[in-house]
């Protein structure tokens, strides 16, 4: 039952965020605010992730290639596939999930239980779609910039440590990342990429806004919003990869 409690009350939720959001110009600067919060202070994590994902997916491809059979360029090959199809959209995602989602969960539940949300319900705003919305438009706008960068900084990352351990020469790895590429690929992951920017805001925002307490509460509201965003990428992942590649 509480689960079917907080799905209902995380829909009712919903419909407040996106109901008489704000209009103006205080709407789009609190976007632009946002978009710096959330994506461009994530971009030195996700090119540091993806750089080593990029770099190991590539030794790790390069030292199985047993047999003598398989070409060279396979290893440029599988590293392009798994950051397009898995690394760049769902670990990427993971990873926003605890960055982006304790420091959402932990700035509204300090809002709430320091009576500013109060505050502004008194002054007649809407403050779930005031503090919230510009948050999720802002992490589905960005977050597809966030992916694009992680694929090429994972490729460039796998083409880097190609060379340095000379497990394949460069020529053969750019083949690999050029052969056989399906630009679908690149569309469902983004429809990925933007599924979990709104899970990414709107879960961590639904446990801030209801936490009740002092701050040992806001800290156990943000760690389940971490925990269960996380849970909900994957699960996302595998209703979206049932759909998408079927």
Known sequence: MNLFENVGKFSRFLVLVVSKPPKGKDFFKQIVQEIYKLGVNSVGIVVIISVFMGAVI??????????????DY???????????????????????????GSNIASEIGSMRVTEQIDALEIMGVNSASYLIFPKIIAAVFINPFLYVLSVFVGIMGGLLASYMADTVSITDFLYG????????????SLIKTLVFAFIITSVPSYYGYFVSGGALEVGKASTKAVVNSSILILLANLILTQILLK
Do not use: H
């Open 74 to 100: 396979l290893v440029g090959y599988t590293t392009r596939e798994s950051m397009i199809l898995e690394f760049s959209s769902t670990i990427v995602g993971l990873i926003l999930a605890g960055k982006v």
């Open 58 to 71: 590539s030794l790790q491809t390069a030292y199985n290639l047993v047999n003598p059979l398989l070409p």
């Open 177 to 188: 990342v050029q052969f056989g590429l399906i630009p679908y690929y690149i569309t469902y």
